[in-house]
């Protein structure tokens, strides 16, 4: 078991670090169809500068390592008992390293367990089977992408799409919305797999089944291989883009599945997964508990080069000169404390750069502070949302092991009020915010900067210190981190003037989901 346990600990290393080959593909793929200058083209350059990164320090490609969940299949006499053991000790040791960021918390008092062990984490499902080795697959799906799964029970109505029947057609209707409903706050361009028949939860975990294909498989269901196509042809003429910013490419994968329903239900469930689409597998020998083979790693590998960084900076450049920044074709660089006529100065497609303080605040801290001071003076600051990944060396210093953006929709009933309260001129995020913040924005002088989601080896090497931290209590990934950075990219996508490019790309790809109304599957 003791070898098991260490081919366990390689999976989940290789998996948060490495992205596998036929991601890989598709990322590359997508590159190369986004026009260049464009705010998606920069977000492209920004993840591969980012997936290089990640391959160098094997660090976590996303500071949000996901809920692991692992599905292997075990010849019969295989002790489940004892692998289940071992999968766990690889688990808290990758997290003490510092390759999975604690994530497993107490669903009602809010307490993480700090080594991703607990109550239903991580997932480990088993099945048996004839053949006499173990295939061990695992998938770190984060919360962005989590959260904008959906389900959907047919017949419905569709918003965009109208009446989604119990056919091929009402399928086809429920997957274009789903890919309409994300934007881009599951951190596109993304991956779904999708799920036919079965009831809530067996078709949920029908359309997570998908995810373990290779995407560049073909589905040997006729039916479904047309779906599918028909979906990779048509989900980009959307024009939700990278990070909901616009463009050309939103999904980079669509696999299908279909099982048997009872006949007074029919499911179609989908599920959504991030770029950072980090799902590997071993082939391992159950007599020594040795790695065989990895899956997922056939076909041309696509090593991002260091050139990336650079390319990086000159899309950065290339939008700043597309969008007409304020500041003459320069990204502007802000520095807390910054004044509200500072804020008033800055548009939509602004490109900035942050030097200096911020302070990192998610679900717990926007709770905290509505009813309590903040832990310092805010006025004029800078909030990120961020759950870093953080590792403390042998002299007790804090250093920042990966820290991108979280989904700020989260914080929608808070951010407003707080902003106010405390005076707060800055929100870093990514997906956007809604109407209640942008009304904030306006009445007080805010602004909602957009950072590249995942992008979480690019954001960290921005921090050049770890300054202090404060509400440790609420646990690593949910305390307030006081960080300084240097050159922190993040794109303008709310003002103070009362427009949001979040609202701007949702409505225009609802008009363009419009177009798939009519039947197409006779
Ligand atoms: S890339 Fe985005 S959605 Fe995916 S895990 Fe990271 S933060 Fe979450």
Redesign the pocket.
Known sequence: MEKFQESMYKLIVETSTKLPKDVRRAIKAAKEQENAGTRSAMSLATITNNIKMADDNVSP??????LPTFKIKVPVDANQLEMKKAIYEAIALATKDGKLRPNSVDSLTGENSGDNLGGGTPVIKFEQWEKDYIDARLI???????NKNIQYSLPCELEGLGRAGRDLDGIRKCIMHSVYQAQG???SAGFIGVGIGGDRSSGYDLAKEQLFRSNDDVNPNEDLRKLEEYVMANANKLGIGTMGFGGETTLLGCKVGVMNRIPASFFVSVAY????F?RLGVNVNPETGEIQDWFYQEGENVDFAEQEKKQAEVEIAASVEATGSSSNQEAITLTAPITEEQIRQLKVGDVVKITGRMYTGRDAIHKYLMDNDAPVDLNGQVIYHCGPVMLKDGEGNWHVKAA????SIREEPYQGDIMKKFGIRAVIG?GGMGPKTLAALKDHGGVYLNAI??A?QYYAECVKSVDGVDLMNFGIPEAMWHLQVEGFTAVVTMDSHGNSLHEDVEKSSLEKLAQFKEPVFK
């Open positions: 490609i996303c500071q949000d390592t996901g770190l799906k984060g919360g962005g992408c989590e706050q599951g951190c997964n991030c770029w950072a980090r991108g953006p979280t989904t990514k989601g995942g979480a």
